[in-house]
T-cell receptor
Framework: SQQGEEDPQALSIQEGENATMNCSYK?????LQWYRQNSGRGLVHLIL?????REKHSGRLRVTLDTSKKSSSLLITASRAADTASYFCATDETSGSRLTFGEGTQLTVNP | GAVVSQHPSWVICKSGTSVKIECRSLDFQATTMFWYRQFPKQSLMLMATSNEGSKATYEQGVEKDKFLINHASLTLSTLTVTSAHPEDSSFYIC?????????FGNGTRLTVT
């Protein structure tokens, strides 16, 4: 079963606006990762944040991690139509070597 | 960066036949590869962990005799869907770990008629 829950399930915004997606998890983790999936394609790694980090930036992406609340957020600033995709969080649990994926957020950026 | 190649991209087969999907790590060695299944508009469900030189580890509820996994070398894992049925129609994605994070293939769309 998936341990991650993401909200919202779907999000539609206008180009230029910011998009925020949230992820919650249940177990102890080594790190949390965010992936992007274009329709019918594999996943592309976006950013990894370790359990001892609270915030990380990469270009227009900003990720936060709150291990006390077992939650993370992904912010995409100044969104573009090309950002339209599904975004998944994935937790690398301390108890195993595999990633567990959240349910995903479908982001649509309207031009 | 690390590249994972998955083949074929899509396949249509008749019910009762078997389909083999290949997953290759092109520029790194992967002792472990992962096979996921994804239904439309849903998340990835881990099916099994493929270990080079040993038996795969299957997740609960995944039939190992139906989904045969072979990890014969450090760069190749194969998933064979045996005696496929329409309910096996799905998107299958492999991934390999080169330290962290995971690198994913582009997936295989399987349609069983």
């Amino acid at each position: 079963s998936q341990q991650g829950e993401e909200d919202p399930q779907a999000l539609s915004i206008q180009e230029g606006e910011n998009a925020t997606m949230n992820c919650s998890y249940k177990t102890s983790i080594n790190n949390l990762q965010w992936y992007r999936q274009n329709s019918g394609r594999g996943l592309v790694h976006l950013i990894l944040i370790r359990s001892n980090e609270r915030e990380k930036h990469s270009g227009r992406l900003r990720v936060t991690l709150d291990t006390s609340k077992k939650s993370s957020s992904l912010l995409i600033t100044a969104s573009r139509a090309a950002d339209t995709a599904s975004y998944f969080c994935a937790t690398d649990e301390t108890s195993g070597s595999r990633l567990t994926f959240g349910e995903g957020t479908q982001l649509t950026v309207n031009p | 960066g690390a590249v994972v190649s998955q083949h074929p991209s899509w396949v249509i087969c008749k019910s009762g036949t078997s389909v083999k999907i290949e997953c290759r790590s092109l520029d790194f060695q992967a002792t472990t590869m992962f096979w996921y299944r994804q239904f439309p508009k849903q998340s990835l469900m881990l099916m099994a962990t493929s270990n080079e030189g040993s038996k795969a580890t299957y997740e609960q509820g995944v039939e190992k005799d139906k989904f045969l996994i072979n990890h014969a070398s450090l760069t190749l894992s194969t998933l064979t869907v045996t005696s496929a049925h329409p309910e096996d129609s799905s998107f299958y994605i492999c991934s390999a770990r080169d330290n962290s994070p995971l690198h994913f293939g582009n997936g295989t769309r399987l349609t069983v008629t």
